[in-house]
């Protein structure tokens, strides 16, 4: 079992950035795959970035490619998702998501998927205004 807590959320200009926290609980984060997810008001849940665990490999929605990086430090327990260059598109909720990994090779497509994950935060706002 694991408790994820976000912060790093507020709102901005169009063109600034964010980062974004999430602290896990427990002594078994550095094997967990960590993923981000956000969503706007009237629309599903998307993916946007994650990492494996040993943090080789990363994964981005395509929109965000460029402007979004996700990192991991496993001796703070704590994912990062750095965001530049926002726009009022990127407007959501945003969530951060861990799954236990336990060795095996998985799909890019697996680390897409919200189903993939087993544990959720409870969101950060991120409003970026024009």
């Known amino acids: 079992q694991v408790q994820l807590v976000e912060s790093g959320g507020g709102l901005v200009q169009a063109g600034d950035s964010l980062r974004l926290s999430c602290g896990a609980s427990?002594?078994?984060?550095?094997?967990?795959?960590m993923g981000w997810f956000r969503q706007a008001p009237g629309k599903e849940r998307e993916f946007v970035a994650a990492i494996q665990a040993s943090g080789g490999i990363t994964y981005y929605l395509d929109s965000v490619k460029g402007r979004f990086t996700i990192s991991r430090d496993n001796a703070k327990n704590t994912a990062y998702l750095q965001m530049n260059k926002l726009s009022p598109e990127d407007t959501a909720v945003y969530y951060c998501?861990?799954?236990?990994?336990?060795?095996?090779?998985?799909?890019?497509?697996?680390?897409?998927?919200?189903?993939?994950?087993?544990?959720w935060g409870q969101g950060t706002q991120v409003t970026v205004s024009s």
């Open positions: 427990g002594r078994t984060f550095s094997s967990y795959v």
């Open positions: 998501a861990a799954r236990p990994y336990s060795g095996g090779y998985y799909a890019s497509t697996f680390y897409y998927s919200s189903a993939f994950y087993n544990y």
